[in-house]
């Protein structure tokens, strides 16, 4: 699995994987990705395997040395297969070589498979925000803090 930095011609297939990842009013749109993919302060990692994206991750650097991840997708053929974990690991790392002190996430309420695989990197479950994505679904903030 290669893992690379998003390049301009991801974004449509970024946007489709988005879509088949999260219902609609969770799922991004194809503009808010390519706001988020190409803001400064942001960092988008791909998973890559024999010239198809398995998956991708989107974090944004915030003030006070945070970093915030947007979105995470991994395709439905390649979970539960280290996409994820690869893909938060090279965020995690990018986050403590540069000197960020906490990473912070929202995932839906429901979400329970998610809420899981964080607890088990070590993240937890700081607030609840009730009607957080458009749909009406509630999130779960949930921290890490970095060494």
Not at 15 to 31: K, L, N, V
Not at 83 to 99: F, I, K, T
Request: aromatic share 10%; glycine share 6%.
């Amino acid at each position: 699995m290669l893992l690379r930095s998003f390049r301009r011609d991801d974004l449509q297939t970024l946007y489709e994987i988005d879509q088949a990842c999260f219902i609609p009013g969770i799922a991004y749109s194809r503009a808010e990705l390519a706001a988020f993919t190409g803001h400064r302060d942001s960092q988008t990692w791909v998973a890559e395997e024999a010239g198809e994206v398995a998956g991708f991750l989107i974090a944004h650097r915030e003030p006070r040395k945070i970093l915030h991840i947007v979105t995470i997708d991994v395709v439905k053929a390649w979970r539960r297969r280290g996409v994820g974990s690869l893909l938060m690991d090279a965020a995690e790392q990018w986050a403590a070589d540069r000197g960020l002190r906490l990473i912070g996430l929202e995932t839906a309420h429901d979400n329970l498979a998610a809420q899981k695989f964080y607890k088990a990197r070590g993240y937890r479950k700081v607030d609840e925000i009730e009607h957080y994505y458009a749909d009406g679904t509630s999130a779960w903030v949930m921290v890490k803090e970095l060494a």
